[in-house]
């Protein structure tokens, strides 16, 4: 099968499957090439409808769910982007062809280099990938964002990521426990509101250092 094969088949089998139709999210997932953004021993697995292991326990998200992050966040030409977990990359990828500038956090010294290659190879501009713990004071750089992209999960809701939203700003953000996890769709109206919608169900591991609720014991 070839790779412009498989690449098709991805877009029409599992993204529009999983109502993703905005034609500009379509393109660009045709575009940005997703096999250079796979370790080398899953090369074969590039385009199939799984999760991708990239070590530390942590994966690439599944095309499907790639493209729901996407067109839901809608980011346009000249919005700063915040992305909380880079892994592969891929996601850091898409985002940067849609607006040219974002800034990617990754906890993992590897994972973070390995995505510096990967953007270089594919050459894609306007992705900085900075290693680094998203919960710890000041390491999301400051300021506002008009796009946010959690690409783990949030056991409870955090509200420090919302509150870097600049108004208008859109954040995707997965909450809760497995097996079912709920993908939000987060909006600033306001300078002390917030609008929340739920987008899907899905299930996807947990960032590194998130809080977790304390158990009961009896």
């Not at 040219?100 to 953007?119: F, Q």
């Not at 899907?200 to 998130?210: D, F, M, N």
Request: net charge negative; aromatic share 6%; charged share 20%.
């Amino acid at each position: 099968m070839s790779t412009e094969f498989a690449r098709e088949q991805m877009i029409h089998q599992q993204i529009r499957a999983w109502d993703v139709l905005a034609p500009r999210v379509l393109e660009l997932l045709g575009q940005v090439p997703r096999e250079l953004f796979v370790p080398r021993e899953y090369a074969g697995v590039a385009f199939a409808d799984m999760e991708v292991p990239l070590g530390h326990g942590e994966r690439m998200l599944a095309p499907k769910l790639v493209g729901r992050i996407l067109q839901a966040v809608e980011a346009a030409p000249g919005e700063r982007v915040l992305e909380i977990g880079t892994g592969s990359g891929y996601l850091t990828a898409c985002l940067a062809t849609q607006t040219g500038t974002v800034r990617s956090l990754e906890i993992h010294a590897d994972l973070a280099a390995r995505a510096r290659a990967n953007l270089e190879a594919a050459g894609i501009q306007g992705g900085e990938v900075i290693h680094a713990d998203a919960f710890a004071p000041g390491a999301t750089g400051g300021g506002t964002f008009d796009v946010i992209v959690l690409t783990g999960s949030l056991p409870e809701p955090d509200e420090r990521f919302q509150r870097q939203l600049a108004l208008g700003g859109r954040m995707f953000v997965i909450v809760g426990e497995p097996p079912v996890m709920d993908a939000r769709l987060v909006r600033r109206v306001s300078e002390s509101e917030w609008s929340t919608e739920s987008l899907l169900e899905t299930s996807v591991r947990p960032l590194t250092g998130a809080h977790r609720p304390e158990s009961f014991s009896f």
